[in-house]
């Protein structure tokens, strides 16, 4: 396909593909061929005369101007076919999801201290990760919409049975999202063991290509990265997205009083079309709950 393109001196990345994601398939290059073709054997047109061609030529849209130089300094860096795939995915996501982002500071010190006896009860570790993914899958099962896409197509919600958890994750090829199938049917164990192993394999960046399909639901731990918070952009064709900032000492008023806790700041973006701001916030308010509260969601695990 690619030496095709070459072969009739053009670029067949600058298409935009009728595959997955926009990806430029075979057909999309033939289409072009076809066009080219048909606009090189057009009847031309007979020339106007000397003052209609003036007309025409000051009518005429102007002609593209050509790129400046590049300045003393100035580098391109052409993305890689994974780079221009995540360009056409992140735009996609952008173009066709109303999306809308509600957020809220949370006090995780009781979190911090369960895991604390969670470890010390098991003698394993439990990371953070894990634990909200727990919650987020449990306050999934009492907000389905959450769990879901939109087929514009046919203007119809599709709700999920099962939840497909993508784990955003930096890797060497960039940022993916691993995905871990049937969260739901995993206990807190489980959903640690196969977080783990996705976290093992984004070190490489060799994902089975299961490991990066199928997902209905993200949630992105930016706290590793130094950050508070983020407007994240929805992994397309998912409903929404949890972010966990990250763990910071702040003073905080419990019971009436001003002490020092440990402090994250949740945020959820999410389809407007799926559904509004009240239903987001509620799912939102739950994994609050769970995160100040772990024991309080013992009853759903």
Same mark, same amino acid.
């Given at each position: 396909?690619?030496?095709? !393109?070459?072969?009739?001196?053009?670029? @067949?990345?600058?298409? &935009?593909?009728?595959?997955?994601?926009?990806?430029?398939?075979?057909?999309?290059?033939?289409?072009?061929?076809?066009?080219?073709? +048909?606009? %090189?054997?057009?009847?031309?047109?007979?020339?106007?005369?000397?003052?209609?061609?003036? #007309?025409? @030529? *000051?009518? /005429?849209?102007? /002609?593209? #101007?050509?790129? @400046?130089?590049?300045?003393?300094?100035?580098?391109?860096?052409?993305?890689?076919?994974? %780079?221009?795939?995540?360009?056409?995915?992140? *735009?996609? *996501?952008?173009?066709?999801?109303?999306?809308?982002?509600?957020?809220?500071?949370?006090?995780?010190?009781?979190?911090?201290?369960?895991?604390?006896?969670?470890?010390? !009860?098991? $003698?394993?570790?439990?990371?953070?990760? /894990?634990?909200?993914?727990?919650?987020?899958?449990?306050?999934?099962?009492?907000?389905?919409?959450?769990?879901?896409?939109?087929?514009?197509?046919?203007?119809?919600i599709v709700v999920h049975g099962a939840v497909n958890l993508g784990i955003a994750a930096q890797t060497p090829r960039g940022l993916l999202v691993p995905v871990v199938h049937a969260a739901e049917r995993m206990s807190l164990r489980e959903l640690r063991d196969a977080i783990g192993a996705r976290s093992e394999e984004a070190a490489s960046g060799a994902f089975p290509p299961? #490991?990066?399909?199928? +997902?209905?639901?993200?949630?992105?731990?930016? %706290?590793?990265? +130094?950050? &508070?918070?983020?407007?994240?952009?929805?992994?397309?064709?998912?409903?929404?997205?949890?972010?966990?900032?990250?763990?910071?000492?702040?003073?905080?008023?419990?019971? %009436?009083?001003?002490?020092?806790?440990?402090?994250?700041?949740?945020?959820?973006?999410?389809?407007?079309?799926?559904?509004? $701001?009240?239903?987001?916030?509620?799912?939102?308010?739950?994994? @609050?709950?769970?995160?100040?509260?772990?024991? *309080?969601?013992? !009853?759903?695990?």
């Amino acid at each position: 396909m690619r030496r095709i !393109a070459r072969e009739h001196g053009f670029d @067949a990345s600058h298409l &935009d593909g009728s595959g997955p994601d926009h990806l430029v398939m075979r057909r999309d290059v033939e289409a072009f061929l076809r066009e080219l073709e +048909g606009a %090189g054997t057009a009847t031309a047109p007979a020339e106007p005369a000397t003052d209609e061609r003036a #007309a025409a @030529a *000051s009518a /005429a849209p102007a /002609a593209p #101007a050509a790129p @400046a130089a590049p300045a003393a300094g100035d580098r391109r860096v052409p993305l890689d076919r994974m %780079g221009r795939a995540a360009a056409a995915h992140f *735009s996609r *996501s952008r173009r066709e999801i109303p999306e809308a982002t509600v957020w809220m500071d949370v006090d995780a010190t009781e979190l911090l201290a369960a895991r604390r006896q969670l470890q010390e !009860a098991t $003698g394993e570790r439990f990371g953070v990760t /894990a634990l909200v993914a727990r919650f987020v899958v449990a306050g999934l099962a009492r907000h389905p919409l959450l769990n879901s896409s939109f087929d514009a197509e046919r203007e119809e919600i599709v709700v999920h049975g099962a939840v497909n958890l993508g784990i955003a994750a930096q890797t060497p090829r960039g940022l993916l999202v691993p995905v871990v199938h049937a969260a739901e049917r995993m206990s807190l164990r489980e959903l640690r063991d196969a977080i783990g192993a996705r976290s093992e394999e984004a070190a490489s960046g060799a994902f089975p290509p299961s #490991a990066l399909t199928g +997902g209905t639901f993200t949630l992105n731990n930016y %706290g590793t990265l +130094g950050v &508070d918070g983020s407007a994240a952009i929805i992994n397309h064709p998912e409903a929404a997205m949890l972010g966990i900032g990250r763990l910071v000492e702040r003073p905080w008023v419990v019971d %009436g009083a001003l002490a020092v806790r440990t402090v994250t700041e949740l945020t959820i973006s999410f389809d407007h079309r799926v559904c509004d $701001g009240a239903e987001a916030a509620a799912f939102l308010t739950f994994v @609050a709950r769970c995160i100040e509260r772990p024991v *309080s969601v013992l !009853a759903d695990l």
